[in-house]
């Protein structure tokens, strides 16, 4: 166990429709980072905040928005849901310029 | 751009034995770090193990080693005494400190699955 906590666990959304995905960081750690995971790829970078802000963006459009709590956890929002936003939902959690990050389980998102 | 490949979808190795999945990746930085992660049914990504590239010397977490090579670009993973526990989905992964912005942005394959036979 990481000690990071993603919920909920699975998630069945209509295209079109909106989402709210969450995490709690670890203790201690101040970043978090969100990687969406295709099925049978690898995970690929959407945004990391580091102290509530935005701190850099993968090739997501702009309805993959995200927030962070002063206690360190998260949200990612997505609008508009698309049959291709249908994926693992994975966060990671780290100390600002600590190379280790702790993945939470993930959410696995269906989009019909 | 970083890129990281790896040409094994699946791989099969008898309980007890060795095995070794191959990762390459391309990068123009100079300071980076590579990993290992594990990802078993339960999802959950896991950390193997971890390569600092200014050091010479390969990384080994107890079963876990690997062969860096800087100058091949070649990072690959070393399984010995293979465990029915160690059957999960591999991935291997970059991260640049200077790149991209996001101090923590991993970079990854598309995984080997790696399957231990009884």
């Known amino acids: 166990e990481t000690g990071v906590t993603q919920s909920p666990t699975h998630l069945i959304k209509t295209r079109g429709q909106q989402v709210t995905l969450r995490c709690s960081s670890q203790?201690?750690?101040?970043?978090v980072s969100w990687y969406q995971q295709a099925l049978g790829q690898g995970p690929q970078f959407i945004f990391q905040?580091?102290?509530?802000?935005?701190?850099g963006r993968g090739n997501f459009p702009p309805r993959f928005s995200g927030l962070q709590f002063p206690n360190y956890s998260s949200e990612l929002n997505v609008n508009a849901l698309e049959l291709d936003d249908s994926a693992l939902y994975l966060c990671?959690?780290?100390?600002?310029?600590?190379?280790?990050?702790?993945f939470g389980q993930g959410t696995r998102l269906t989009v019909v | 751009a970083q890129t990281v490949t790896q040409s094994q979808p699946e791989m099969s190795v008898q309980e007890a034995e060795t095995v070794t999945l191959s990762c390459t990746y391309d990068?123009?930085?100079?300071?980076?770090?590579l990993f290992w992660y594990k990802q078993p049914p339960s999802r959950q990504m896991i950390l193997v193990i971890r390569?600092?590239?200014?050091?010479?010397q390969n990384a080994t977490e107890n079963r876990f080693s690997v062969n860096f090579q800087k100058a091949a670009k070649s990072f690959s993973l070393k399984i010995s005494d293979s465990q029915l526990g160690d059957t999960a989905m591999y991935f291997c992964a970059f991260y640049a400190p200077n790149y991209g912005g996001a101090t923590n942005k991993l970079i990854f394959g598309t995984g080997t699955l790696l399957a231990v036979q009884p």
């Open positions: 990671a959690t780290s100390g600002i310029g600590n190379t280790e990050a702790f």
């Open positions: 990068t123009s930085e100079s300071n980076y770090y």
């Open positions: 390569q600092e590239a200014y050091k010479q």
């Open positions: 203790s201690g750690h101040n970043t």
């Open positions: 905040y580091y102290r509530e802000e935005e701190n």
